[in-house]
């Protein structure tokens, strides 16, 4: 449980707010197919001028056929350090969701999902505070599948640049009509603001995002309420800013992935 206490307009305590969560529970519903994590082979590496560590697992879901997903989410065993965890298409590396400690699961919007072909595998990207904190991998992985092919197959534009400098900035011209569903920027190091934005061709001006103080030991994905269309040559940007632009570089790789259909 967190408490909150808040002094109110006369310097007096109110009363504690309190606000739980069933950690052991599935939000999105039972899933079709529980994975339990708890490898016996973990790779652990060092995150650059991160006091993260990056652990890394490869998940076999058994799938035996082609099959659409439609909804993901994990149940860690032991969630006390635990920062994120990135699931991408093992092969592909197709981002399919970003468990954090405030959101841990992804359900795709309706009548969509992500193809998987036999034999494909899940990997876990983790993000740890303590790796001498007990187990911190495992915990059970829950998939939802479509029960028939879905009218729209979710694919991902990727958005990526190099640099440094007090911002930095890349774009792309989206070839087809796009509906976007969600963000998954991955920043380079001292980033304090974000801004995505599209520029359709008569003009207009979308904003998809903006974030302010971003904390680097939080990485978290941005699920649209409402997926947003974009005409075929609609130019997306996407800008990382440093907080203090007299004093401070931001150096490394700016990528965003939009989740689409």
């Known amino acids: 449980e967190v408490y909150f206490n808040v002094p109110g307009e006369d310097g007096a305590q109110d009363e504690p707010v309190s606000a739980s969560f069933d950690i052991t529970s599935w939000r999105l519903g039972e899933p079709d197919q529980i994975v339990r994590v708890a490898p016996d082979d973990v790779g652990f590496a060092s995150l650059n001028r991160s006091e993260l560590i990056h652990a890394y697992v490869t998940i076999d879901p058994l799938i035996q056929e082609e099959t659409f ?48 072909a036999p034999g494909q595998q899940i990997q876990a990207d983790y993000l740890i505070s303590d790796i001498d904190s007990e187990r911190p991998v495992n915990g059970s992985l829950g998939l939802h599948f479509a029960s028939i092919k879905p009218i729209r197959q979710v694919q991902e534009i990727s958005i990526e640049t190099r640099g440094s400098g007090t911002s930095l900035q890349a774009e792309t011209t989206l070839e087809s009509d796009s509906t976007i569903t969600a963000l998954w920027p991955e920043l380079p190091a001292r980033t304090h603001s974000l801004e995505v934005n599209a520029r359709t061709p008569n003009g207009h001006v979308e904003i998809l995002l903006l974030a302010l ?46 989740s689409s259909y």
């Open 69 to 116: 997903l439609t909804g993901l989410e994990f149940l860690p065993t032991n969630r006390s350090n635990l920062n994120a965890i990135v699931f991408s298409v093992a092969d592909s590396g197709q981002w399919l969701a970003t468990w954090t400690p405030w959101y841990g699961y992804r359900g795709l919007p309706e009548d969509s999902g992500v193809q998987l």
């Open 213 to 258: 103080d971003i904390q680097e030991k939080w990485p978290t994905s941005y699920l649209l309420e409402s997926p947003i269309t974009l005409p075929a040559g609609s130019v997306v940007t996407v800008t990382a800013n440093a907080e203090n632009t007299q004093t401070e570089n931001l150096s490394g790789i700016l990528r965003l992935t939009l």
